[in-house]
Nanobody
Framework: QVQLVESGGGLVQAGGSLSLSCAAS????????MAWYRQTPGKQRDLVAS???????YYADSVKGRFTISTNNGKTTWYLQMNSLNPEDTGVYFC?????????????WGQGTRVTVSS
């Protein structure tokens, strides 16, 4: 089992910055890609950014050049630095990871942290 706890959401004006953190605990060995998703009302969760164990990163087109995903050395915490925020970035942000358990790749989600960007 892996537990994920996000922190760092809040209210910010357009053009501002926020940093989100996701702390992983439990059976964190063998976790794979670490990611951030965003969900807005009535829509599915969309992948915002991800980082692999090897450090490879992916960003959704809408956040490229503005958001940066990173991890600490032990890969027990990952971060999302969000700059130049705009109202379209508003939503609930969830951290996500997968872990190989036997022959099964199991997915884990945090509880979500709300980000609101005012215009």
């Amino acid at each position: 089992q892996v537990q994920l706890v996000e922190s760092g959401g809040g209210l910010v004006q357009a053009g501002g910055s926020l940093s989100l953190s996701c702390a992983a605990s439990g059976s964190i060995f063998s976790i794979n890609t670490m990611a951030w998703y965003r969900q807005t009302p009535g829509k599915q969760r969309d992948l915002v950014a991800s980082i692999t164990n090897g450090g490879g990163t992916y960003y959704a087109d809408s956040v490229k050049g503005r958001f940066t995903i990173s991890t600490n050395n032990g890969k027990t915490t990952w971060y999302l630095q969000m700059n130049s925020l705009n109202p379209e970035d508003t939503g609930v942000y969830f951290c996500f990871t997968t872990r190989l358990e036997g022959a099964t790749m199991r997915a884990y989600w945090g509880q979500g942290t709300r980000v609101t960007v005012s215009s």
